[in-house]
């Protein structure tokens, strides 16, 4: 019953900017909700995570800087702000969703979405 669906991929210019969006429903506590990325031929990656109605945040050393988080628990929607985009961020992203209580980088995130196509071209 608990659903993620991400939108707002595409094609863009290293440079330049996408948001992505995740609404998620369902019957479920959410603790943490994330972003994820997995390129062609490597592993899944955290990307950026949210304390759902916190104020924690955590960004991977690759987007510190580029990405932010934020979400709207009325809406049930993550979001992440994508800046300065650059080839090596090319990837499908996942938006997930936790239940478990902890380190929001590290906990088991127990469902997903079906990813959105990032493509930063040079």
């Known amino acids: 019953q608990v659903q993620l669906v991400e939108s707002g991929g595409g094609l863009v210019q290293a440079g330049g900017s996408l948001r992505l969006s995740c609404v998620a429903s369902?019957?479920?506590?959410?603790?943490?909700m994330g972003w994820f990325r997995q390129a062609p031929g490597k592993e899944r990656e955290i990307v950026s995570a949210?304390?759902?109605?916190?104020?924690?945040?955590y960004y991977a050393d690759s987007v510190k800087g580029r990405f932010t988080i934020s979400g709207d628990t009325a809406k049930n929607t993550v979001y992440l702000q994508m800046n300065n985009l650059k080839p090596e961020d090319t990837a499908v992203y996942f938006c997930?969703?936790?239940?478990?209580?902890?380190?929001?980088?590290?906990?088991?995130?127990?469902?997903w979405g079906r990813g959105t196509q990032v493509t930063v071209s040079s």
């Open positions: 949210i304390r759902w109605g916190g104020t924690s945040t």
């Open positions: 997930a969703s936790s239940s478990y209580a902890g380190e929001i980088s590290s906990l088991r995130y127990q469902y």
């Open positions: 369902g019957r479920t506590f959410r603790y943490a």
